[in-house]
Structures are given as structure tokens and as C-alpha cells.
T-cell receptor, first 116, second 107 residues
């Protein structure tokens, strides 16, 4: 069974940092692109970033470029999102998902709240 | 960026009804279109990819169609578990973008 479990969310002050993690199980993690999405409270879904199977290619939405870094550790079956210089607009539930363009499995999400 | 416009933004329907949700892309995206279902407080679930292919385990009451700029999601025989918000998403170009969502409510 494919499982994706996010962690690392929490309350942080504006300008601070958070590192989100996504633990994957039930599939060959090294064989898939992985993606981060987010959803601000009461809003729609937004793509944040994705990363190729071997980490050699990464893409970001413009609003997070230069502040967020996606990475992965295939030996640990884990995906990460380092978020720096956080603003109130980054407050959201962050989901990891399996896949590049189309994603087939999602985690349950982790809430990151940026206080001003 | 490709803008995805869903309509309607919400609809009310009765049990057993058939409903159709439309999604329009601001430029052609071939068939690189996915649909997701989300219930309150839950993660999205994948329904359809490549415009019409059902994700594993998704019942055949869901169907998708379209190519280029205009797409539809049809849900037949609405049941209580189908009341949710539905999103379309294009993956033909970066940045990947979503429609604003369609909330399907019980009449």
C-alpha cells in the first residue's frame, strides 16, 4: 500500500524557516518524481515544487523560488521541503504527492502557520 | 502561466442525479488534464488523468473527456460520498495550475 506521511509543520514567525518531511512507503521511491502542493485555509490547491527521481531536476512556482528548496534522500525514502523567509502568504496545509505532472497518491498534509 | 477556469463554482444536486463540471484552459494543453476530489479536512484524491483515464480504484460513475482547451468531468448516479469539491489541473506546462474548484452540494 502506498503511504505518504508528512511532518514538520507548525507555527513560525514571519521571516522564519521550516523544514517539511514526507516519509514514503509501499513503493519504489527512487523510481518516481515527487511533488509538493499546498492549500491555504479555505482556498484552492497550488503546486509548489517537484523533483526528479534522482534529484537532478527541480521545478518551483515563482512565488517560492529562491526561498524554498525541494530535496530528497532516496536511501531514506524521504522527500523534503526547506522553507525560508516565510511570509503570511505561505500559511497553508502542505501535501506531498507521488508523480511529476499528474500525481496519483497524496499524503494527509501538514499545516504550516506563519504568524505576523 | 496557463489559467484553468472551472464552472460552475458550486452546484446543488440530488441523490441519483448526473452532473457535469467543465474546465477550460487559457491555451491548449493537449490531454494533460487531471481531476481530483477533495472532502472537507481531507487530502485530495486522484480521479482521472490524461483527460479520461480513471485512476486505479475509481468507480466508472466518474468519466472525463476533452482535448485542447475544453474538458468535462461527469459524475453519474450521485451518492452521498460524491458530495465534495472537485478540481481540475493541467500538467502540460510549468507551473502546474489548478482550476478554482467546484463544490458539489446536496440539494
Amino acid at each position: 500500500e502506498v503511504q505518504l506521511v508528512e511532518s514538520g509543520g507548525g507555527l513560525v514567525q514571519r521571516g522564519g524557516s521550516l523544514r517539511l518531511s514526507c516519509a514514503a512507503s509501499g513503493f519504489y521511491f527512487s523510481g518516481y518524481w515527487m511533488t509538493w502542493f499546498r492549500q491555504a485555509p479555505g482556498k484552492g490547491l497550488e503546486w509548489v515544487a517537484n523533483i526528479k527521481e534522482d534529484g537532478s531536476n527541480k521545478y518551483y512556482v515563482d512565488s517560492v523560488k529562491g526561498r524554498f528548496t525541494i530535496s530528497r534522500d532516496n536511501a531514506k525514502n524521504s522527500l523534503y521541503l526547506q522553507m525560508n523567509s516565510l511570509t503570511a502568504e505561505d500559511t497553508a496545509v502542505y501535501y506531498c504527492a507521488r508523480g511529476e505532472g499528474w500525481v496519483d497518491y497524496w499524503g494527509q498534509g501538514t499545516l504550516a502557520t506563519v504568524s505576523s | 502561466d496557463i489559467q484553468m477556469t472551472q464552472s460552475p463554482s458550486s452546484l446543488s444536486a440530488s441523490l441519483g442525479d448526473r452532473v457535469t463540471i467543465t474546465c477550460r484552459a487559457s491555451q491548449g494543453i493537449t490531454n494533460s488534464l487531471a481531476w481530483f476530489q477533495q472532502k472537507p479536512g481531507k487530502a485530495p484524491k486522484s480521479l482521472i488523468y490524461r483527460s479520461y483515464i480513471l485512476h486505479s480504484g475509481v468507480p466508472s460513475k466518474f468519466s472525463g473527456s476533452g482535448y485542447g482547451t475544453d474538458f468535462t468531468l461527469t459524475i453519474s448516479n450521485l451518492q452521498p460520498e460524491d458530495f465534495a469539491t472537485y478540481y481540475c489541473q493541467q500538467y502540460n506546462n510549468y507551473p502546474l495550475t489548478f482550476g478554482g474548484g467546484t463544490k458539489v452540494e446536496i440539494k
